[in-house]
């Protein structure tokens, strides 16, 4: 039962892995889509608050 166990710990934290790597991805481009249209359209742009205020600060989610 052990060994059951930990092997699937082990799939769990590879697949999370995996996944936090394609949000972090996904993220990181996202973000770099919006500065690149800040920089053609300048103030036309409207702020996307999520992308805006900082992330998570004292226990408070973005």
Same mark, same amino acid.
């Given at each position: &039962?052990?060994?059951?166990?930990? #092997?699937?710990? #082990?799939f769990?934290?590879?697949?999370w892995?995996?996944?936090?790597? @394609?949000? %972090? %991805? &996904?993220?990181? %481009? ?12 300048? @103030? ?7 992308? !805006? !205020?900082?992330? &998570?600060?004292?226990g #408070?989610?973005?």
């Open positions: &039962m052990r060994d059951d166990i930990d #092997k699937e710990r #082990k769990m934290l590879k697949a892995a995996k996944r936090e790597a @394609q949000v %972090s %991805s &996904m993220i990181e %481009s996202t973000v770099g889509v919006v500065g690149d249209l800040h920089g053609i359209m300048g @103030q036309a742009l409207p702020e996307i608050s999520a992308i !805006e !205020e900082p992330p &998570m600060l004292e #408070k989610a973005a």
